[in-house]
């Protein structure tokens, strides 16, 4: 399987990099794209490293596909954030400041850091660190010597979380794709996918033992990752679950592509198509899978990227299921069977 050092998820804006960490953020969705803004260089969240940057550094837009948003795309209401007091605003933080973005606040992280929120025109917030001159910005995942990522920590405490209630009643109205139980399904929960996503396949076999546990996954086709997924994920809408089962089983993870043909995309799947990938926009998911469920108490949550096996019983409401597929390995701890 090829990508493993590239997050998990196949990225709108960006395959191979995602800082800095922006909303949603979940603790195993790696998929933010940041700012594109001279002088940040964005770095693999998978190699875990920071990079500091001096002055107006040339900047190198990650690289990756990016589709067309269809117009009227909007932005998702987030929860109301208390007027920013006064800061005393570091000079590394200038450029970003004067191209449309302002603070939001600032906080005291790690080894002598300063934590800073700030928010683009458009509503996406970004998290970055100014080291203790000011002179220099630090984009990504800060880890401590145990591995933990303090970057996940900081924008869940931090960041103000949008309010996603909104948006389950267009994933109910979206055109999907129904798997798994069928009949009086014990939880329903919706993923955003592309044909040619391997985290979306590896999700998909993850997702399996909760299938037959009783839980149904409407998937929401969208097409942008290579230049037949729009074809295939057309395929996808006029055959249904078979056509969708046949994209899996015959997944070539090599090169990364579904197992299916592209049929044309007539006006009416551009349609659909189009309506999928602005509620992808809108819901502010940056790449695939996005997962959307229900918590126990109803709230509306968001799974950005392929989530680690331990979080699959509070994303499907269903109790821990095993895993032995080995492709799963790197998403967590597999089932042990014992020796015949």
Known sequence: MTGGARGR???MSSVSSDAPARIPAQAHA???PMPKFPGLLALPRAVAVLLLLRGAALAQPPPGEK???????GAPAAAAVPAAPALAVPPALGYPLQHGYHVIRSFKAASGLTGWVIQSADGDYSVFYSTAD??????????????DNLTDRYVEQYVPAPDLSAFWPRLEQA????????SSPKSVIYAIMDPNCIFCHLLWIALKPYETAGLQVRWIPVGFLHEDSAAKAAALLTGGESAFTQLQEHFDEKAESGGIAGIPVTPELKSALDANLALMHDARVEGTPGVFYKSASGRVLRQSGMPGLADLPAITGLP???ESNPELAQFGKLAVHPAK
Not at 134 to 147: H, K, M, V, Y
Request: glycine share 16%.
């Open 320 to 322: 821990e299921q095993p």
């Open 9 to 11: 998820s196949g990225r």
């Open 67 to 73: 589709p067309a948003v269809p117009a009227g795309a």
């Open 134 to 147: 000011g002179q220099s910005l630090i984009s990504g995942d800060l880890l401590t010597s145990a591995g």
């Open 30 to 32: 790696r998929i933010r």
């Open 175 to 182: 055109r999907s794709i129904v798997a798994g139980t069928r």
